[in-house]
């Protein structure tokens, strides 16, 4: 596991024999049914993530989490389904992102200090650069000053908090579940402020509201006329692309947008199932 992309609260868990027979159970679990009933490893995963999640009776609790809780984060990053209950996983979730946005604060802190103290041992003699940000070319100006600014830890707080309980509101999982749970695992960013407009961002998606088994007592075919064809159309595509195994693209997976809400993330790609 590379430590410099997981979230080190989830990092510091560590991977060991029982929790690859963990996963391993849950799997056949999930692959041994249809309908699959929840077996051991299901109920020691849920319960597993329960007996953490009991114990945040404040936000800012430290309590460390168990392999059980990395497995639901992982799962959901991985097969994109949320198949435990939402009210469990988006608690996970504040609790992951909660010490993930501490971790990546902490650092920006220390990184910060010693610029200052970089900044203070500087000799003095050295010719300064005295000309205006006006008078300098625009790219050697300093870029994304908001993102890099780093706020007071009483206002990180606050931010924190705004930011955390976006997905609270929530009744159903958002659109976006299986990005939020995949960044704590490939965590790309180096700035606190640009995890934090990520993690924002991803709850700008909202789900339609659709029912793709029980239509409408309302609707009644004849009513369009048009919609055979357009069924035949859609049965052609699939029939068409059914051996085609296409990547994300870039483009779809990463902020490209050059304002200072521009995430820093590197290329990653998974194949659709």
């Known amino acids: 596991m590379n430590s410099s992309k997981v979230c080190k609260a989830l990092d510091e868990i560590g991977i060991d024999e029982e929790y690859w027979k963990l996963k391993s159970d849950l799997l056949k679990e999930f692959t041994s049914k249809e309908d699959c009933v929840p077996g051991a490893a299901y109920k020691q995963i849920l ?75 500087t000799d003095s003699s050295e010719p300064s650069d005295s000309s205006t940000d006006s008078e300098k070319p625009k790219e050697s100006q300093p870029a994304n000053n908001k993102i890099n600014q780093l706020e007071s830890e009483e206002e990180f707080r606050q931010l924190k908090i705004d930011c955390l309980v976006h997905i609270v509101e929530f009744d159903i999982p958002p659109f976006t579940l299986q990005r939020i749970c995949e960044i704590p695992l490939k965590q790309p960013y180096t700035v606190f402020r640009k995890l934090f407009n990520a993690y924002r961002k991803l709850f700008n998606v909202r789900n339609i509201e659709y029912e793709p088994i029980k239509m409408p007592e309302f609707f009644n075919p004849s009513d369009h006329p048009q919609l055979d064809r357009v069924y035949s159309i859609l049965d052609s595509w699939e029939a068409k692309y059914k051996n085609l195994t296409p990547e994300w693209s870039d483009e779809l997976l990463f902020d490209n947008s050059e304002d200072f809400e521009s995430s820093d993330e590197k290329p990653f790609k998974r194949p659709l199932e």
Not at 72 to 79: K, N, P
């Open 47 to 121: 319960n597993g993530v329960l007996d953490v999640l009991s114990q945040y009776e404040d936000i800012d609790k430290e309590v460390k989490l168990n392999k059980e809780c990395f497995i639901v984060i992982e799962d959901i990053a991985t097969t994109g389904r949320c198949r435990y209950p939402w009210k469990v996983v988006k608690m996970l979730i504040v609790v992951v992102y909660n010490k993930l946005f501490d971790e990546l604060y902490q650092s920006n802190r220390a990184s910060k200090g010693v610029q200052n103290s970089a900044t203070t041992g």
